[in-house]
């Protein structure tokens, strides 16, 4: 499931009610003007905005007429618009696993021969183009990626207290035992999401099954080949129960985890004396919607960050992230034109300055981002070994957006053991 887990009501609430009309009436470029591409999108309203302007006017220059909509839950919206003949011709989907689904509905487009293939595997972040590729062809195109294997800091006081980014996950250890013997909580951590409540904490395991493990484990994981009842993730529970829940590691508590809103988590990070020195978050959080506006518009005075480190030195260093794949869904030419742009390295280069958006493509005019905090985000992604998609946007919803949520908070808030998390997730797994 898209990280609406990562959006609050009061960022998106505008732009929806704006746009829910266009979701209902939906936008088949089959249904208007031959010389109109319909595209529809979910993804954060400044990014939509930036990308839709961009879009619009590199078509415009090719004669070609772009409707750019802003959609919600687009994918929910795009199975059942297919259902009904009326999607639209470009849909820019954030989950793996539904680009799949229209894939096997025969709905999607290869892009193998719409776009410059050669130029793409040189020139993306590496494993990003592995997203959306199906049965060896290519169907969905990364245009917009999110970072989330990082780890947050308030600089000053990082840098008053002398810390190091840490090179290896003992290193990390290491670092957050010596905060904590320095007299300050170590982790800033919290779930709370309203319905979507537990989705940090899945954040966590992926990130820890994916660096302890490797991404061939990490693959078989999110493809039920391995269960969350096996060593493996066992693991990666371990470690984030010793070392994040643990007895005076996490502000508040392990106790106030599941009741603090994940938006309020880095509030004590702020304080004079921060009441917690480290924040695994993924980078949308720099934002004025989460950190205070201050802090925020100082960013690289305020706010440090690293890559959450391999667990070994030299050893294999995945990043977890996301992003929205770009599907085309008629075969016009013109739509095929727009897809072009959409694979152009250089899309988002006004797009940057104003909002989260981070470009796939490693040749992207870093310059153009706002600030050298981002530009240290998107170097952990253009630097890593192979870009991993979201755990739990892989996995059935059921799964990734059900019982993964569930029973974490469940298993944090002392309401089950670890063993009966992780069974539970696993017969909620569906049969077919």
Excluded at 179 to 205: L, M, N, R
Aim: proline content about 5%.
């Amino acid at each position: 499931m898209r990280k609406t887990k990562f959006r609050t009501l009061a960022v998106a609430g505008a732009v929806l009610a704006a746009t829910s009309g266009l979701a209902a009436c939906g936008g088949s470029g089959s249904s208007g003007s031959d010389n109109t591409v319909t595209v529809w999108s979910s993804t954060d309203p400044l990014v939509f905005a930036g990308l839709k302007k961009e879009i619009t006017a590199k078509a415009k220059a090719e004669g070609v007429t772009v409707d750019m909509q802003h959609v919600d839950d687009v994918n929910q919206l795009i199975m059942t618009k297919l259902q009904a003949g009326d999607a639209p011709d470009i849909a820019m989907i954030p989950q793996p696993g539904v680009v799949g689904d229209i894939v096997k509905r025969g709905e999607a487009q290869p892009l193998d021969d719409v776009v410059d293939m050669n130029a793409l595997q040189s020139d993306m972040t590496p494993g990003t183009l592995d997203a959306g590729t199906f049965d060896g062809k290519l169907y969905g195109l990364l245009t917009s990626m999110n970072v989330k294997s990082l780890v947050f800091y308030p600089k000053k006081a990082w840098d008053k207290a002398g810390y190091k980014a840490p090179k290896t996950m003992d290193d990390l250890v290491k670092l957050q035992d010596q905060i904590k013997s320095d007299g300050t909580t170590p982790w800033c951590f919290a779930i709370g999401s309203e319905a979507s409540t537990g989705w940090p904490a899945t954040d966590w395991i992926e990130e820890l099954v994916a660096k302890q493990q490797g991404a061939d484990v990490y693959n078989k994981w999110v493809t039920n080949e391995v269960k969350f009842d096996s060593p493996e993730v066992k693991e990666a529970a371990d470690w984030f129960e010793t070392n994040v829940l643990g007895s005076g590691n996490v502000a508040g508590g392990r106790g106030s985890v599941a009741s603090t809103a994940f938006s309020d988590a880095d509030n004590p990070m702020w304080e004079s004396k921060p009441g917690c020195m480290l924040l695994k978050q993924g980078n949308f959080i720099v934002s004025k919607d989460f950190m205070p506006a201050d802090v925020v518009s100082n960013a690289d005075q305020e706010i440090g960050v690293f890559g959450f480190p391999p667990a070994s030195a030299g050893g294999e260093n995945p990043v977890v992230g996301g992003g929205d794949l770009s599907v085309l869904l008629s075969d016009t030419d013109n739509a095929k034109k727009v897809m072009k742009i959409m694979a152009d390295p250089t899309l988002g280069g006004e797009t940057a300055g104003t909002s989260s958006f981070i470009s796939p493509h490693t040749s992207f005019d870093k310059s153009q981002y706002p600030n050298d905090l981002t530009r240290t985000i998107a170097d952990v992604a253009y630097n890593a070994d192979t870009f991993l998609f979201d755990g739990s946007d892989q996995m059935p919803g059921a799964v990734g957006a059900g019982t993964f949520w569930k029973d974490m908070t469940a298993w944090i808030s002392g309401q089950e053991d670890l063993d009966t998390a992780l069974k539970n997730i696993d017969a909620s797994w569906p049969t077919s």
